[in-house]
């Protein structure tokens, strides 16, 4: 879908216009570190310290700032990165582990910072989140049929908890792409705010292969400068909020 | 059956299955690395031979489009009580495969009267896999993306072996590493690396040297897969003599070799 590439490539872009960005990486298969320029080999560092919640090489950390010090770092553009994954040794009441991805946004009520999460692909997450359990949901959809299935849910489950959404067009080569997206998408489920097309994009693909961020290797390749643009947006609702 | 077994002593050469025998295979990778279509075709290949019940553990919509849709094919046969709950819980798919929706049963919270949660259904069906009722069947199971504590040590019990699908990539080379970390708390499981969307040698090279795991099959770049996709056919039914299918094939038998 390209969630991982796009949150990551957001972030910096916002980090970038004088945001204070925090990237919570909620995947169980965190990759947030990779899009966001951090390198394999740190990024595993971060996975390794959450896997060893499991097997108690790592110890819990029940405060949020303990918790963003064990699992987090510095990323590029002064973007901070948590891995948050879900893990199932949980301790009870635990912040750094009992919490699920939707439980930690809400946490972050006075969270000053804006906060990009990277959920778990298909609609778990956002199924369990409460009544505007965020601010802004981005649905990233493809032109496939799988891609546009799971979409129409994100959209259905935003609209059910009062979360405005984005739908996000990734990969599209042509209008008729978007047109597709736009279409499949109907009038019977949650009408997104926008649609918001990012195009296929070699330059975007390369970096994926090669483990680095588009915003270092192809900072002005159309899908980055669309992902600019999103920024954009999301900054300017956020300052209308 | 002989059972590989990962680690100390290891031959990448011991068979899984040999022919005939029922093969239970679990398919693991990151998102999008080709899970649900390997795990498809696996099953219609291996119908070929037997009846094979597919899990479907993801929640994403996959194995179920590249199975196909079902066609005028027999579905479970006998009026033993296994086989009409077995009826009853699952799907029929093309060539008298039958798929179990585990990951939508799950998230609904129900697997019916009997099956309550995915983990007892899991634990029923190792227990029913070394018994009688599919003790002659193949099982595939679908795996959700990336490493799973729970999945590995629970919902895939049933397996032999667990196929990891890696891309030449470094985000999927490091799920396969991720979970090839986890799937040790498995011993007894076998596991091998299939590389797909492989476009050339290189591609397959670079593999085997990020992740210092043998390439067990490679799946070349198949542009029949978007082909079928598009249309809404399984591959198998679109291109049966497509390069993907081919290799699918040749993972059978050198599962068996
Ligand atoms: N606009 C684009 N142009 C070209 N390739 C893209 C684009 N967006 C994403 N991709 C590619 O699509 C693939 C999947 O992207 P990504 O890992 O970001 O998806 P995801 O939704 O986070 O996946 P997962 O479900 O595994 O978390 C990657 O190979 C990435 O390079
Ligand atoms: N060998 C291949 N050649 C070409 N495309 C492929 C190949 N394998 C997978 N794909 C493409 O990759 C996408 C993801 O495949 P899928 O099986 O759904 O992955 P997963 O189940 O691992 O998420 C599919 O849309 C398919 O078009
Ligand atoms: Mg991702
Ligand atoms: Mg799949």
Redesign the pocket.
């Known amino acids: 879908m390209g969630k991982t590439t796009i949150a990551g490539t957001l972030a910096r872009a916002l980090s970038r216009s004088g945001h204070d960005v925090l990237a919570l990486d909620c995947d169980a298969n965190p990759m947030l570190g990779i899009s966001l320029g951090l390198g394999a080999e740190r990024t595993e560092e971060l996975v390794s310290a959450r896997e060893g919640l499991e097997s108690g090489d790592t110890p819990h950390q029940p405060t949020a700032a303990g918790m963003e010090e064990t699992f987090g770092t510095d990323a590029p553009d002064g973007v901070r990165l948590v891995v948050a994954a879900r893990v199932e040794q949980v301790e009870p009441g635990c912040m750094c582990c009992g919490v699920s991805p939707h439980q930690l946004l809400r946490d972050m009520e006075g969270e000053s910072r804006m906060v990009v999460g990277d959920l778990e692909a298909g609609t778990g997450t956002l199924m369990r989140m409460p009544q505007g359990g965020a601010n802004l949901a981005l649905v990233i959809t493809q032109p ?1 049929a ?1 891609a546009m299935q799971v979409a129409r849910h994100a959209l259905e489950a935003a609209k059910q908890r009062a979360i405005p959404a984005v739908l996000i067009a990734n990969r599209v080569r042509t209008d008729a792409d978007v047109e597709l997206i736009r279409t499949t998408m109907g009038p019977q489920v949650g009408i997104p705010m926008a649609i918001l097309a990012v195009p296929e994009d070699a330059a975007v693909a390369q970096a994926d292969q090669d483990g680095l961020a588009p915003a270092d290797v192809a900072p002005e390749s159309p899908a980055v400068l669309a992902v600019q643009r999103l920024g954009q947006s999301v900054s300017e609702f956020a300052g209308a909020r | 059956m002989k059972l590989a077994v990962v680690g100390e002593g290891r031959s990448e050469t011991t068979p899984i299955g040999t022919r005939g025998e029922p093969l239970r295979i679990a398919v693991s ?10 795990s498809g075709i696996l099953a219609r290949v291996l119908a070929r031979q037997h009846r094979v019940l597919v899990v479907d553990l ?1 929640v ?1 919509p ?2 179920a489009l ?1 199975l196909g849709r079902p066609g005028g094919s027999p579905v479970v046969r006998g009026v033993a009580p296994f086989e009409r709950l077995l009826e009853r819980l699952t799907e029929p798919a093309p060539d008298g495969v039958r798929l179990l929706p585990a990951a939508t049963y799950a998230s609904r919270g129900k697997v019916g009267p009997v099956l309550t949660t995915l983990a007892a259904f899991a634990g029923a069906s190792h227990r029913l896999a070394r018994g009688r009722p599919l003790a002659r069947w193949s099982i595939v199971g ?1 795996l959700p ?1 990336g490493p799973r504590p729970t999945a590995y040590r629970q919902y895939i019990a049933y397996a032999d072996v667990l196929l990891v ?1 890696a891309e030449p990539t470094v985000q999927s080379i490091l799920t396969a590493q991720r979970v090839l970390r986890m799937s040790r708390s498995r011993p007894e499981l076998a596991v091998r690396v299939v590389a ?2 492989v476009a050339d040698e290189e591609d397959a090279e670079l593999l085997e040297r990020e992740l210092g795991e043998p390439i067990f099959a490679t ?5 029949e ?2 082909a079928a ?1 598009r249309c809404g056919e399984a591959l198998v039914d679109r291109a049966p003599d497509s390069p ?1 299918v081919v290799a699918v094939e040749e993972i059978v038998a050198a599962l068996r070799a």
């Open positions: 496939t799988k | 990778g990151k998102g999008g690395a080709g899970k649900s279509l390997v993801d994403l996959g194995v590249s679908d993306a699908i797909n969307k799946i070349p770049f198949d542009e897969v978007r996709e993907a």
